[in-house]
């Protein structure tokens, strides 16, 4: 499968689904919680200047503007912009500095404009390395020296622990998705099932921590984003009761300071510097 037809996948995969909500239902709540709590704990004081490169529909961007940030969405995807500009325009008071169509390996910023730049999706969906190095050096270009990436990836185990905890790993469709995983890190769903993803690259931790350093960033922590704690079979449970929900967050903290947990978290987020 060619480059443009990867791209066309993605694409479409996102033009039909959903993505706005996604992080408001099941597990993926905790990703929502923690990804807010590691970029709260690395970014700079509001108002610095943030790029979110492959930014969706701006449920990141606008929380962050929302706390005072001046913050530039891009996003290939039309139906992105559109639901991050209307979405911008739901709080007049605290709107995103732009939001527009592009490619995180191709910003139309200055040099030393940025002082973070998240990139929440794109290091996993440019599945060719040379094209996230591209994606990571374009960030560091944009940042002011000392300037910060936050970069996600999937776990290179998020399908099979996938499939053993939410009860798919037997369905003979998925079967030559997952080999593939395993083997090649490289992740396609010929299948019609969306809950099967789209095309994407499912990092090993040490693979992400390599490319930052590779476009120049000096690395100072890849962390787990979910640990465990999205394999909790009473998820819905746990994350109704506020006691339980807090209890979770912070086995899934103690977890940052144990590397061996990191494969086994369904997104980790690599932090640089540069």
């Known amino acids: 499968m060619s480059d443009q037809d990867s791209s066309a996948h993605i694409l479409r995969h996102y033009s039909d689904g959903d993505e706005a909500s996604r992080l408001s239902t099941g597990w993926f709540r905790l ?35 929302a706390r005072g940030y001046q913050v530039h969405l891009i996003d290939p ?28 390996r191709h910003l139309s ?22 094209d996230r190095i591209a994606c990571l050096r374009e960030a560091h270009r944009v940042l002011r020296r000392g300037g910060l990436v936050c970069g996600a990836g999937i776990s290179h185990f998020a ?5 053993l905890a939410h009860g798919f790993f037997d369905d003979p469709a998925f079967e030559p998705l997952l080999d593939r995983d395993l083997e090649e890190g490289q992740h396609r ?28 960033f ?14 909790a079979r009473d998820f819905e449970r746990l994350w109704s009761d506020a006691t ?23 997104h980790i987020m690599a932090v640089g510097r540069k």
Not at 189 to 215: K, Q, V, W
Not at 244 to 254: F, I, P, T, W
Request: contains cysteine; hydrophobic residues 40%; negative net charge.
């Open 244 to 266: 339980q929900r807090e209890r979770l967050l912070a086995v899934v903290r103690k977890m940052e300071r144990e590397p061996s947990v990191l494969g086994a978290s369904s």
């Open 31 to 65: 990703e929502h919680a923690r990804t807010q709590e590691i970029l709260l704990r690395y970014l700079p004081p509001a108002p610095a200047t943030i790029i979110d490169a492959g930014g969706g529909p701006g449920v990141y961007a606008c929380w962050l503007a």
């Open 218 to 231: 000096q690395v100072l922590e890849v962390l787990p984003i979910e640990g465990t704690g999205w394999l």
């Open 159 to 163: 399908s099979l622990l996938d499939s």
């Open 109 to 130: 910023h200055p040099d030393g404009s940025a002082d973070a730049v998240l990139l929440l999706g794109p290091l996993y969906h440019l599945v060719e390395k040379q």
């Open 77 to 104: 995807v039309l139906k992105h912009v559109e639901q991050a500009q209307a979405a911008s325009a739901r709080q007049p008071e605290h709107r995103l500095a732009s939001a527009e169509i592009g490619d995180a």
């Open 189 to 216: 769903n010929p299948t019609p099932n969306p809950l099967y993803f789209t095309d994407a690259f499912f990092h090993r931790p040490g693979e992400l921590s390599r490319e930052l350093l590779a476009a120049g």
